[in-house]
């Protein structure tokens, strides 16, 4: 459940789920975060580049934790 009070539009994709899979170290390299959250053709870029060498990844997770990581439609996860 996503409890950030300023979000006007919630996915319902899960925030927590998003986190879990940008954190684990072949999850977030291969992008699995972001095809979760539907941005299919970027995730696959994420993986062919290892997520820039992990600052994509590090930027995502930062983005997932101050509930700025929207989803494809553009709702905040």
Request: with cysteine.
């Amino acid at each position: 459940m996503n409890n950030c009070p300023n979000c006007q539009y919630k996915s319902p994709r899960s925030r927590a789920v998003a986190f879990l899979l940008s954190l684990l170290i072949f999850c977030g390299f291969a992008g699995v975060h972001r095809i979760y959250a539907g941005k299919v053709i970027t995730g696959i870029i994420q993986f062919a580049t290892l997520g820039l060498c992990g600052l994509w990844q590090l930027l995502d997770m930062i983005l997932i934790i101050c509930c700025a990581f929207e989803d494809k439609e553009g709702k905040v996860i």
